[in-house]
């Protein structure tokens, strides 16, 4: 295997983990260029980068160009990813700007690394809260279309950057001396020992574009532009790890237990579901929490259970790292996947 260049566009929350994967996976990179609106210095898992501000030169000699910069109009990715691919790079993006671009694939490598093979210089890493879910959707709909799927979440701060995580710090810090917040800058209210029940903004039908994500990036993903996908998404005072209480039917009946035997041997799937706590241990767990989610890599599923009513309908709780699973480790794995697939040129 060859080695490849690579930059990492943006050293916030999700680019420092980008940086912190690709070292601990020992990711083969002849050269880790980090870039940001401004230079500085960064230390990561014990290794100084040196961050440069972007310029269209940086991307000179870049084969794999990893982005996790803001979005919109002034974000690094609409900015500088056509640069970074007419200058030989393939573009890892971590945003929302390319993702439901027919030309652009979207993918998480466990579901659907095949739509790597139709890239044309962009892949799109999904929404965070729809690749955990997607994760554990694959492998029961392959053993049966999965016709509805209606979602809840309970989302961390850290899903909005680092301003949130510093945001419900202090305002727990001042609750807890009696002192009530008076800043809100991130949220519309206050987070600490509260439930926000809007992700991003509200659009007319009464959804949030968090929700509308969640339903057009799971049919994407999962090939089939049919599946009903509705979600409630909410964000809780959590500092990382996602939540989701994920409800689905399917053509024919899995049953929970036959549900359980499949995701248990599906790749990035723990599977923490032991219904009847032990008589020894009355507090054994018995199912996934995002405390222990955070900083690990796989999406861990919990709570099977049947519908009693609907004959074809399972619930279940699905828990893992919006960060790392969510972010920065899938899009090191799509890197990862291309050069098993022999799609990356440039390794020397
Ligand atoms: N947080 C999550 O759970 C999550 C999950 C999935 C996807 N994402 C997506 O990943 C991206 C990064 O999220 P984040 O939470 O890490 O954001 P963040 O903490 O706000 O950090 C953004 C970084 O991007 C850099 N940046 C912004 N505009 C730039 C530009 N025009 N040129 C170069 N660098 C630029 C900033 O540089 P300076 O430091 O110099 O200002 C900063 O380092 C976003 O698109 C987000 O939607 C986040």
């Known amino acids: 295997m060859g080695e490849y260049n690579v ?14 994967v690709l070292v601990q996976r020992d990711f083969p990179a002849r050269q880790i260029k980090v870039l940001a609106r401004s230079a500085r210095e960064v230390t990561v898992a014990g290794r100084t980068f040196q961050v440069e501000a972007t310029a269209t030169e940086s991307f000179d000699g870049v084969d794999i160009a990893l982005f ?68 554990a959707l694959k492998p029961l709909h392959e053993r049966s279309r999965i016709k509805r799927v209606i979602a809840s979440t309970y989302q961390a701060v850290s899903g909005t950057g680092r301003s949130a995580i510093e945001e419900l710090a202090e305002q727990s810090v001042l609750l807890a001396h009696g002192q009530k917040p008076k800043k809100f800058s991130t949220y519309p209210m206050q987070i600490a020992f509260n439930v926000l029940p809007q992700i991003g903004g509200f659009r007319e039908d009464g959804y949030t574009s968090e929700e509308w994500k969640m339903r057009v990036e799971t049919r994407k993903i999962l090939g089939d532009p ?22 689905i039917e ?14 248990s041997r599906s790749p990035g799937i723990q599977l923490v579901d032991q219904p009847a706590a032990s008589k020894s241990d009355p507090h054994a767990r018995t199912y996934p929490v995002p405390l222990e989610a955070s900083g690990k890599d796989d999406t861990y599923v919990g709570r099977v ?16 790292d ?19 697939k022999g799609l990356l040129k440039g390794g020397r």
């Open 68 to 135: 996790a910069g803001t979005e919109g109009e002034k974000g690094a990715s609409v900015m500088f990813s056509q640069e970074a691919i007419n200058r030989g790079a393939v573009v890892i993006d971590n945003g929302a700007d390319f993702r439901m671009d027919p030309k652009v694939p979207l993918v998480v490598p466990e579901v659907n690394a095949h739509d790597l093979e139709w890239h044309q210089g962009i892949i799109a890493n999904p929404n965070c809260s729809t690749i955990q879910m997607v994760v």
């Open 226 to 247: 049919d599946i009903q996908v509705s979600a409630t998404t909410v964000r809780v005072p959590v500092y990382n790890g996602h939540s989701e209480s994920i409800y």
């Open 305 to 320: 259970r049947e519908d009693p009513d609907v004959a074809t309908g399972l619930h279940m709780w699905v828990v893992s």
């Open 7 to 20: 930059a990492v566009i943006g050293v916030g929350a999700v680019g420092e983990e980008m940086l912190k």
């Open 250 to 263: 399917t053509e024919e009946k899995i049953s929970a237990e036959e549900a359980c035997k499949i995701l």
């Open 322 to 340: 919006n960060i790392r699973k969510g972010a920065a480790l899938n899009a090191v794995q799509i890197a990862e996947t291309l050069i098993q």
